[in-house]
Nanobody, 124 residues
């Protein structure tokens, strides 16, 4: 498994931006797909974005398309989530996850390592 540490969360006004980072260690980062998920209070965890091991393939939940961008820097063992035009409904704890293969997935069962999460709060 891999160890994952998220950072970059915080409080921002609606319309603002945040950049989340997730630093990985423990196995060959560049061999695996990575994903971001989020969980709002009282709701189930939901898929946000995923990226292939090369970074070429990216996938997003419809609600963030055009506003969020997932990227990765394999030499730095880091995956990012750039979040623009934030809305109050984006408020949640955001988790990064490492996939079980090189193929990105929307399904949390396809990820075997998870970070501790970072809080994102968007005020109206």
């Amino acid at each position: 498994q891999v160890q994952l540490v998220e950072s970059g969360g915080g409080l921002v006004q609606a319309g603002g931006s945040l950049r989340l980072s997730c630093a990985a260690s423990g196995r060959t980062f560049s061999s695996y797909a990575m994903g971001w998920f989020r969980q709002a209070p009282g709701k189930e965890r939901e898929f946000v974005a995923a990226i292939s091991r090369s970074g070429v393939g990216t996938y997003y939940v419809d609600s963030v398309k055009g506003r969020f961008t997932i990227s990765r820097h394999n030499a730095k063992n880091t995956v990012y989530l750039q979040m623009n035009s934030l809305k109050p409904e984006d408020t949640a704890v955001y988790y990064c996850a490492s996939g079980t293969s090189s193929v990105p997935s929307r399904r949390d069962l396809e990820y075997d390592s998870w970070g501790q999460g970072t809080q994102v709060t968007v005020s109206s």
